[in-house]
């Protein structure tokens, strides 16, 4: 909600001193945004309900059932997976980890699992291809996921500490 | 024509279609599931209208405002540590999903920014969110949250580094042109 307030409220108050400045400029502006907005929306509401669609089913539970105790190199290898698919928002990504420390998962996975929760994106990828271009979304996302397991290891290493 | 409109309808709302129609199956079979399915779009729906349209119109605004040389002079391939810092700022300060950022970058490659500096932007927006940090140390602590976030921002740059080498001038006049034509 604040971050909400706060971004509409940035942008209010430039466009407040743009439509001060010069009135063709900020109209051209706001065709701009309009246009752009709708041109992506079908595209990002189809990735609202896939996302929707995989949580309901990658509930906490699952995740946990198939992450379970299965610690070392295995479990740092699932977690990942399951982190690619899905792009869960932080709100639900954290307190999900939390729970599966508390279920007996190892900080290497969780940490191979927040990583590429948030970096690594397949249901994002048709979207990222349509912006940019195939291969750089694909290098992005790879590149990604082979730091995403160093980050598992590093991690790793820092909580046994 | 006629096929051709109807083509590029389809190919803007397929995910979408495709989407609604396996939704509408889990709501079937599972009621359970399919409801939890609608609280979390619902969640998305919220976080989406809460911060996309300001994005854009601040994006509007600097696509009119601010001059292409400018651009290049802060984050262009000269811009050099100032480049990278912007980018990491730019993107730490965002809010909202990853996807967000996708356009938020086609246009400052649009303006003249580096790729490697988009890419760190993508990079930060990604996994140095600060609103997202918070919630992080809540939830996962002080320890765990300072490693994740120490390897990450070196990941960022060296990811960065990486793409830079590995696309192609011919993948980098793509993404320009499409960029161009947004």
Do not use: H
């Amino acid at each position: 909600m604040i971050t909400g307030i706060v971004f509409y409220g940035l942008a209010i108050v430039l466009l407040g001193l743009s439509f001060f400045k010069d009135r063709r400029k900020t109209l051209a502006a706001l065709k701009k945004a309009g246009k752009s907005l709708v041109g992506i929306l079908p595209q990002f509401l189809g990735i609202i309900v896939v996302v929707g669609i995989l949580l309901a089913v990658l509930d906490p539970q699952t995740i946990n059932r198939i992450l379970g105790k299965s610690s070392g190199v295995l479990g740092v290898l699932l977690a990942s997976v399951v982190g690619s698919i899905t792009l869960i928002p932080g709100f639900i990504a954290f307190p999900t980890a939390a729970l599966l420390l508390k279920g007996g998962a190892g900080y290497m996975q969780m940490g191979a699992f927040v990583s590429t929760l948030m970096m690594v994106g397949i249901v994002t990828l048709p979207a990222e291809i349509g912006f940019f271009n195939r291969r750089m979304a694909l290098l992005r996302n790879s590149l990604a996921y082979g730091f995403s397991l160093l980050v598992a290891l590093v991690i790793g290493l820092v909580m046994a500490l | 024509m006629q096929t051709n409109a109807s083509k590029n309808i389809l190919k803007r709302w397929w995910i979408l279609l495709a989407a609604a129609i396996l939704g509408l199956g889990l709501l079937l079979i599972d009621r359970g599931r399919g409801a939890k399915m609608i609280d979390v779009t619902l969640y998305s729906l919220k976080e989406m209208i809460l911060v996309l349209p300001p994005i854009f119109i601040i994006l509007g605004l600097l696509d009119v405002w601010v001059p292409r040389e400018q651009m290049i002079r802060f984050m262009g391939e000269g811009s050099g540590a100032k480049g990278i810092l912007l980018a990491i700022f730019l993107g730490s300060a965002a809010a909202g999903p990853l996807y967000g950022a996708f356009p938020v970058a086609q246009v400052l490659l649009k303006k003249g920014a580096s790729l490697r500096n988009v890419v760190i932007l993508l990079g930060a927006w990604s996994t140095t969110k600060i609103p997202m940090l918070m919630f992080e140390l809540a939830n996962l602590g002080a320890r765990f949250t300072l490693a994740r976030l120490v390897v990450d921002m070196v990941g960022i740059i060296l990811i960065a580094l990486l793409m830079e080498r590995f696309m192609s001038e011919k993948d980098r006049e793509e993404i320009l042109a499409k960029a161009q034509a947004s």
